[in-house]
């Protein structure tokens, strides 16, 4: 079965950027999702097709995807950017699949 | 305003059932494509099965297949899941999404989460 890796903590100053990866066999070849979920909510879409916002989303987060590794990237880091964030795809040997989540803190 | 709101969680025995529902408002069910997503204490996300928009296609997970049954009643506008054979490995935050695609052709692969209810917690203990 397909196995999305990712780190299990990033931390970043206010401010500065923060890269979260998504590592996979080949997942540049796949369409990948990304949820932000703060304690005790649901999650919430930020970035999906790899590289697309949702309305409301901040032009600070934004995504790549190529060869085995697709990454979220957020700009100028908020306070409020502390939550956990999850990549997800759809793959034949899975179905759905999310990532094993990142917890990001703003140091 | 989109409103999904989950209901029917609550603590049962091992081996007993329970039926979670999902109350769609603000947008039109019947179009959707949903999923039931879940989250164990302390975890991370777990997809745990589909629905297709008139409710002929379903999918699920191989840890609930034969246990768990999605449907929908799009004259309600409403989403459930039957959870029978319960385990304690099922103890999870259950959450109702919509599964969207705007890609210029839907391939299964093209679809993403969008709108999450709330979550309810389905507790499997003695």
């Known amino acids: 079965s397909y196995v999305l890796a990712q780190p299990p903590s990033v931390s970043v100053a206010p401010g500065k950027t923060a890269r979260i990866t998504c590592g996979g066999n080949n997942i540049g070849s796949k369409s990948v999702h990304w949820y932000q979920q703060k304690p005790g909510q649901a999650p919430v879409l930020v970035i999906y097709?790899?590289?697309d916002r949702p309305s409301g989303i901040p032009e600070r987060f934004s995504g790549s995807n190529s060869g085995n590794t697709a990454t979220l990237t957020i700009s100028r880091v908020e306070a409020g950017d502390e939550a956990d964030y999850y990549c997800h795809v759809w793959d034949s040997s899975s179905d759905h699949l999310f990532g094993t989540g990142t917890k990001v803190t703003v140091l | 305003e989109v409103q999904l709101v989950e209901s029917g969680g609550g603590l049962v025995q091992p081996g007993g059932s329970l039926r979670l529902s999902c109350a769609a408002s603000g947008f039109t069910f019947s179009t959707y494509w949903m999923s039931w997503v879940r989250q164990a204490p302390g975890k991370g996300l777990e997809w745990v099965a589909n629905?297709?928009?008139?409710?002929?296609?379903?999918y699920y997970v191989d840890s609930v297949k034969g246990r768990f049954t999605i449907s929908r009643d799009n004259a309600k506008k409403s989403l459930y899941l039957q959870m029978n054979s319960l385990r304690a490995e099922d103890t999870s935050v259950y959450y109702c999404a919509t599964l969207h695609c705007t890609a210029a052709s839907c391939s299964p692969t093209e679809y993403y989460f969008y709108h999450w209810g709330q979550g309810a917690l389905v507790t499997v203990s003695s």
């Open positions: 097709y790899d590289n």
């Open positions: 629905i297709k928009k008139d409710g002929s296609e379903k």
